[in-house]
């Protein structure tokens, strides 16, 4: 097989997207250390921002999703699609790929379909227990699905389905042998317990009105918490960074230490999130988000419950939150359980079982 290979990778909108996706081209570069990689994705989202970070090639698409309700957006996207299909054709055309990869997003639909009508072969990547409209019409003309649980036969064809996992970071893989290095990186008191905090990198608006709500409870239960606010409420709640057992970062750039110094996680529930929880294992509340897709995030915090790995606690329960947290908290026994139950259900070699994948497409 040639080496100088053309690798076509296409998925965004949101981290969840991005992030498997560079992971995936990362692990192929090793393999092919002359391969040619472009992504494609969608105009004005953060794949245009984060790829070229990770130091590779994107070209966007005018293409954009359909709103549940009616809105100009909504109008405009059979010109949209339209638009995307030409563009992507063109792309390939002058590209010409030896294979198609898609991650999931809008921008990934028109570069799948048109990489499958010039018959390259394709594969796609679905991160979620719920897959998305985008996977689910592409997955009529893949070559392979990659997928991270079971019973996704319900919306993909069963012979495609390779059950691989979702690419995590390989940072995370040895994170129990960091935990001194986690609690002196964060100035941590290493008598108490560590509550850490994820919303994602944006925030999540009612994960953050839980947290500021319940400030003195977690000072009775003499617990200390690293909060990750996100970008679009950091200003509003920065202000409590002076208190002696809170800790607000807009963000986390080490997230391996910040997984480390924790004894209890409380996060949403996207596909990365919950795979990189699994490798973590330490005992993990899900307020999964009931604004997205299909509902997705609570299918995927339910998936790991359903199998005692994780408490499920919806937004609409939030008034439950001290006694759940408190329950947790003092019962040993309960944390150990969950912590091994869903370590259980982790897939560490998720990007080597993808590129294997990959790897016997380009070989056909």
């Known amino acids: ?25 990362n692990e192929l570069k090793l393999r092919y250390p002359d391969a040619n990689f472009l992504f494609v994705g969608a105009k004005d989202k953060m794949e245009m921002e984060k790829v070229p970070q990770a130091g590779h090639d994107i070209k966007g698409l005018w293409i954009s999703g359909i709103q549940r309700k009616l809105t100009v957006d909504n109008l405009s996207f059979p010109f949209k699609l339209t638009s995307s299909l030409i563009k992507a054709a063109k792309i390939i055309r002058q590209f010409k790929p030896d294979v198609a990869i898609g991650t999931g ?28 409209i985008t996977n689910k019409l592409l ?7 990659c997928v991270a649980y079971d019973n996704l036969e319900r919306f993909f ?3 495609k389905i390779v059950k691989t996992g979702n690419p995590v970071r390989q940072d995370l893989l040895s994170i129990h042998a960091k935990t001194e290095e986690g609690k002196a990186f964060f100035a941590i008191n290493k008598t108490k317990k560590t509550i850490l905090v994820l919303g994602g990198s944006l925030g ?3 994960i953050n009105q839980l947290i500021e709500t319940n400030l003195d409870f977690f000072k009775k239960q003499e617990v200390q918490v690293i909060w990750q606010c996100g970008k679009l409420y950091y200003e509003e709640y920065k202000k409590y960074d002076e208190l002696e057992h809170i800790q607000v970062h807009q963000f986390l750039n080490r997230m391996d230490l910040a997984y480390a110094a924790s004894d209890i996680i409380i996060s949403r529930a996207g596909a990365s999130s919950v795979s990189e929880l699994c490798i973590v294992g330490k005992p993990v509340i899900f307020i999964p988000s009931p604004n997205v897709a299909e509902d997705h995030q ?15 606690l919806r937004e609409s329960e939030l008034d439950t939150f001290p006694i759940v947290f408190e329950t947790l908290l003092k019962d040993k026994g309960k944390q150990e359980h969950l912590s091994e139950n869903i370590n259980e259900l982790a897939l560490p070699g998720a990007t080597t079982d993808i590129v294997n994948e990959i790897e016997k497409l380009l070989r056909k």
């Open 298 to 312: 609570t299918k995927n915090a339910k998936s790991i419950a359903d199998q005692h790995g994780a408490i499920l």
């Open 105 to 132: 997003g809008f921008a990934s639909g028109p570069t799948l379909i048109m990489a499958s009508r010039k018959g390259i072969p394709t594969l796609i990547q679905e991160q979620n227990s719920y897959p998305g």
């Open 157 to 159: 064809p069963q012979e």
């Open 139 to 145: 997955s009529k003309k893949a070559d392979k699905i």
């Open 1 to 25: 097989m040639k080496q100088s290979i053309n690798i076509l990778i296409s998925g965004g909108g949101t981290g969840g997207h991005i992030y498997p996706a560079i992971a995936i081209a």
């Open 204 to 206: 999540a608006r009612k």
